[in-house]
C-alpha cells in the first residue's frame, strides 16, 4: 500500500513534465512575435518618407513596428475574427501606448478594421 502514492506521484510529475517539455518546444519554434493592439496610419501621412526612406502609400501592404527589422514581413491575424494580412514592416510606430503595430490602410481595410480604428491582433514573422 506504501507504493502506490509514490506510484501516483511519479506518474503526476511525470505528466506535468511531459506537459511542460511540449509547452517549451512549442515556444521556441513558436514565430509569434507579440499580440496586443493594431491601429492604422492617417491619411495626412500618405507620401511621407517612411523609416526605410520609402514613401509611405496607403494602398500598399506596409506596416510600423517599433523594433522589427525593416524588410521583415509580418502576417498580422485579427484576433476576434481570425481575418489575416502579410504586410511588410517598412517604418517605426506606432507611438501611442499600448499599440504594437501600425498598419496602412489597405491592410487595415483587409482586417476589416476601418470603422473600428483598433483592433486586437497577433503579429506572426514569416521571414
Known amino acids: 500500500m506504501g507504493a502506490r502514492p509514490r506510484t501516483r506521484y511519479a506518474c503526476l510529475l511525470a505528466g506535468l513534465l511531459l506537459a511542460l517539455s511540449a509547452t517549451i518546444a512549442h515556444a521556441e519554434t513558436s ?37 522589427l527589422p525593416l524588410g521583415t514581413e509580418v502576417l498580422v491575424t485579427r484576433a476576434d475574427t481570425g481575418q ?15 499599440r504594437i503595430i501600425d498598419l496602412s490602410k489597405q491592410a487595415a481595410r483587409e482586417l476589416g478594421m476601418l470603422r473600428r480604428g483598433t483592433v486586437p491582433v497577433q503579429v506572426t514573422a514569416i521571414n
Open 31 to 67: 514565430d509569434t512575435i507579440e499580440e496586443g493592439i493594431a491601429s492604422y496610419y492617417s491619411d495626412r501621412f500618405q507620401g511621407a518618407t517612411t523609416a526605410s526612406g520609402e514613401p509611405f502609400d496607403q494602398q500598399a501592404l506596409t506596416a510600423a513596428h517599433p523594433s
Open 84 to 98: 489575416e494580412v502579410k504586410v511588410l514592416i517598412n517604418d517605426r510606430g506606432p507611438f501611442i501606448e499600448g
